[in-house]
């Protein structure tokens, strides 16, 4: 049986992210969302008994008819701790970070709420047009045999990395992505980078994400949710090595 998480899994980051329908202003013909500024108290309350701490992305004063489909504000259960909610005109995400995050027991249940919170939060029904589940991977390289990228992704990743020239010295940056259609879901899009982290050590990044532009509403984006995450949890098993993938479960 498939564990609820990892015991070494190397997620640094699952992003969810929602953007619905705005309308345009007659006066100015820009996008915008037009109960925002009354739907921010209702949304704050409805969260505040679990996330009382509240900051703001974007200095104040800017007009919020310029910020549409932008993360403006921030909800925290304490300062600094994961996960957070963020929320502006048109736009809500939830994002956390290995240490708290499990798909059954905490993430799907507050995406769940969050919508639902959303949608009572306005008095007109939502139209979500925009959506994406991302899940960001990072893997420290001193923990494996490392020679050179070409070698560690050959190893660990089922994917073919060629080139059919001679390298005119060794290979210090990659990336490299590619979209599928997925007829369920919207587009699964998969990337391979490197990089280095904040003790400046060499890492390798590996994102997952899936995304849908066809219109639901809150109620279908809660399934549509679900489903994305068995796309992702299904191709981040059947992408590794089975070296690799056991590298996540015992060291």
Same mark, same amino acid.
Not at 122 to 131: D, Q
Not at 156 to 180: K, M, W
């Given at each position: 049986? #498939?564990?609820?998480?990892?015991?070494?899994?190397?997620?640094?980051?699952?992003?969810?992210?929602?953007?619905?329908?705005?309308?345009?202003?007659?006066?100015?013909?820009?996008?915008?969302?037009?109960?925002?500024?009354?739907?921010?108290?209702?949304?704050?309350?409805?969260?505040?008994?679990?996330?009382?701490?509240?900051?703001?992305?974007?200095?104040?004063?800017?007009?919020?008819?310029?910020?549409?489909?932008?993360?403006?504000?921030?909800?925290?259960?304490?300062?600094?701790?994961?996960?957070?909610?963020?929320?502006?005109?048109?736009?809500? #995400? *939830?994002?956390?970070?290995?240490?708290?995050?499990?798909?059954?027991?905490?993430?799907?249940?507050?995406?769940?709420?969050?919508?639902?919170? !959303?949608?009572?939060?306005?008095?007109?029904?939502?139209?979500?047009?925009?959506?994406?589940?991302?899940?960001?991977?990072?893997?420290? !390289?001193?923990?494996?045999?490392? #020679?050179?990228?070409?070698?560690?992704?050959?190893?660990?990743?089922?994917?073919?990395?060629?080139?059919?020239? !001679?390298?005119?010295?060794?290979?210090?940056?990659?990336?490299?992505?590619?979209?599928?259609?997925?007829?369920?879901?919207? #587009?699964?899009?998969?990337?391979?980078?490197?990089?280095?982290?904040?003790?400046?050590?060499?890492?390798?990044?590996?994102?997952?994400?899936?995304?849908?532009?066809?219109?639901?509403?809150?109620?279908?984006?809660?399934?549509? *949710?679900?489903?994305?995450?068995?796309?992702?949890?299904?191709?981040?098993?059947?992408?590794?090595?089975?070296?690799?993938?056991?590298?996540?479960?015992?060291?």
């Amino acid at each position: 049986m #498939t564990p609820k998480k990892l015991p070494y899994a190397p997620l640094q980051e699952v992003i969810f992210e929602g953007k619905w329908e705005l309308s345009i202003d007659p006066h100015t013909k820009t996008f915008v969302d037009p109960e925002y500024p009354f739907a921010l108290g209702k949304f704050q309350q409805s969260i505040n008994s679990k996330f009382p701490v509240y900051k703001v992305k974007i200095p104040g004063g800017i007009p919020f008819q310029m910020l549409s489909h932008q993360p403006v504000h921030q909800f925290w259960s304490k300062d600094g701790i994961w996960p957070v909610i963020q929320y502006g005109p048109g736009v809500v #995400t *939830l994002n956390d970070t290995e240490k708290n995050y499990t798909w059954e027991d905490t993430f799907f249940p507050l995406a769940k709420d969050t919508l639902l919170n !959303i949608k009572n939060a306005y008095s007109t029904e939502l139209a979500f047009i925009s959506y994406t589940l991302r899940y960001i991977d990072v893997v420290n !390289i001193k923990n494996y045999r490392f #020679t050179n990228w070409m070698d560690f992704v050959k190893e660990n990743i089922n994917v073919e990395f060629n080139n059919n020239f !001679i390298p005119p010295g060794p290979l210090s940056q990659f990336n490299f992505e590619q979209t599928f259609e997925i007829n369920e879901v919207g #587009t699964l899009e998969i990337s391979f980078s490197n990089g280095q982290d904040h003790k400046n050590e060499e890492i390798f990044i590996w994102q997952n994400a899936v995304s849908g532009k066809n219109a639901l509403t809150c109620e279908e984006l809660v399934s549509w *949710l679900s489903k994305a995450h068995g796309f992702c949890s299904n191709i981040f098993k059947e992408i590794c090595k089975k070296d690799f993938y056991d590298s996540f479960i015992s060291r």
